[in-house]
């Protein structure tokens, strides 16, 4: 019994209503890649030099009307995406996360701190394509990318920073849930990544 309400616990996640953060600017962030394919051709002269790419990507929550939304950055009219990136080679898990989340969204010469918390979920890309799993195929030895995604605990109250060029949105999850033609697979499939959680409105 203790070991479950420990458990149970650990699963908690504060979610602080959307009206607790402000948003401000800050300089625009350049992408790498100006389309798919180069970020694919990229990815493959990276894997030549140094092995299978490692991402983690930050899953923020916060709450409207007792609902759990996702903060998503927003490039242009359709695309979207959580925030993180690829790992230096040899960097932590964490410590990559944190130092791509203060790019993203902390404060320009600031050293912001993340209470970064449990895996949510792991998804694998095989080849040089688009197509990602949350799983590795069968007969797939050497996949090209191994993507994390981490639930982070957000304060009661905080300021983001988001560059000129990108938007921060909350979406509900009952828009993300079976809509990966809007959102791509991984950023639809949250809602039952994120099922395990208890929500604590604040």
């Given at each position: 019994?203790?070991?479950?309400?420990a458990k149970a616990l650990g699963h908690?996640?504060?979610?602080?209503?959307?009206?607790?953060?402000?948003?401000?600017?800050?300089?625009?962030?350049?992408?790498?890649?100006?389309?798919?394919?180069?970020?694919?051709?990229?990815?493959?002269?990276?894997?030549?030099?140094?092995?299978?790419?490692?991402?983690?990507?930050?899953?923020?929550?916060?709450?409207?009307?007792?609902?759990?939304?996702?903060?998503?950055?927003?490039?242009?009219?359709?695309?979207?995406?959580?925030?993180?990136?690829?790992?230096?080679?040899?960097?932590?898990?964490?410590?990559?996360?944190?130092?791509?989340?203060?790019?993203?969204?902390?404060?320009?010469?600031?050293?912001?701190?993340?209470?970064?918390?449990?895996?949510?979920?792991?998804?694998?890309?095989?080849?040089?394509?688009?197509?990602?799993?949350?799983?590795?195929?069968?007969?797939?030895?050497?996949?090209?990318?191994?993507?994390?995604?981490?639930?982070?605990?957000?304060?009661?109250?905080?300021?983001?920073?988001?560059?000129?060029?990108?938007?921060?949105?909350?979406?509900?999850?009952?828009?993300?849930?079976?809509?990966?033609?809007?959102?791509?697979?991984?950023?639809?499939?949250?809602?039952?990544?994120?099922?395990?959680?208890?929500?604590?409105?604040?």
């Amino acid at each position: 019994m203790a070991d479950a309400a420990a458990k149970a616990l650990g699963h908690t996640l504060r979610v602080y209503n959307l009206e607790c953060y402000s948003f401000g600017s800050k300089d625009v962030l350049i992408e790498k890649d100006a389309s798919v394919a180069a970020r694919l051709a990229r990815m493959k002269e990276k894997y030549a030099q140094e092995g299978m790419r490692r991402s983690v990507e930050a899953v923020l929550i916060v709450q409207q009307h007792n609902h759990p939304h996702v903060l998503l950055l927003q490039i242009g009219n359709t695309f979207f995406k959580l925030p993180g990136g690829h790992l230096k080679p040899g960097e932590g898990e964490i410590d990559g996360l944190a130092r791509k989340l203060s790019n993203k969204l902390g404060a320009p010469g600031k050293v912001t701190h993340w209470e970064i918390g449990e895996l949510a979920c792991t998804w694998w890309r095989p080849h040089f394509e688009t197509f990602q799993y949350p799983f590795i195929p069968p007969h797939i030895t050497r996949p090209k990318e191994c993507k994390k995604l981490f639930v982070v605990q957000l304060p009661r109250q905080f300021t983001f920073h988001v560059p000129k060029n990108l938007k921060l949105i909350a979406v509900p999850l009952f828009e993300l849930y079976d809509n990966p033609s809007r959102f791509g697979p991984i950023i639809a499939s949250l809602p039952q990544a994120l099922s395990r959680f208890n929500f604590v409105y604040i």
